[in-house]
């Protein structure tokens, strides 16, 4: 992720469901939800999916304006992670999962 961030490169992700703690998703979907990537989780990955996904990005194959256009977006859309916010969305982020993880080991004495 340091590096898509430090290159400002769009990215389609597809996070491994196996890492601890599903790290890799919450780091994938805080780029998704920037607009600087595509956030493809494993269980409906396959090479058609892929292929949809990348038509998507790119748009129509007769215009390559789109294309660019939509890359250079997701590029921009870096910015965000740059400014100051991306500390307070991982801060709420790291509440959000702290919090559902005590509810989640939370066993009311008998």
Do not use: C
């Not at 490169?9 to 491994?16: H, R």
């Not at 939800?33 to 595509?38: E, F, K, N, P, S």
């Not at 890359?71 to 509440?95: C, H, P, V, W």
């Amino acid at each position: 992720m340091a590096e898509l961030i430090a290159t400002k490169k769009p990215a389609i992700i597809v996070p491994w469901s196996g890492a601890a703690e599903n790290h890799q998703y919450y780091n994938a979907k805080l780029l998704s939800d920037t607009g600087a990537a595509v956030l493809v989780e494993e269980e409906v990955w396959s090479d058609f999916f892929l292929m949809k996904k990348v038509r998507g990005i790119l748009g129509s194959t007769s215009s390559t304006s789109g294309a660019s256009n939509r890359l250079e977006q997701m590029s921009e859309s870096y910015r965000e992670l740059r400014n100051g916010r991306a500390t307070d969305k991982l801060i709420d982020l790291f509440n959000d999962v702290t919090h559902k993880e005590s509810y989640v080991n939370y066993r009311p004495e008998a």
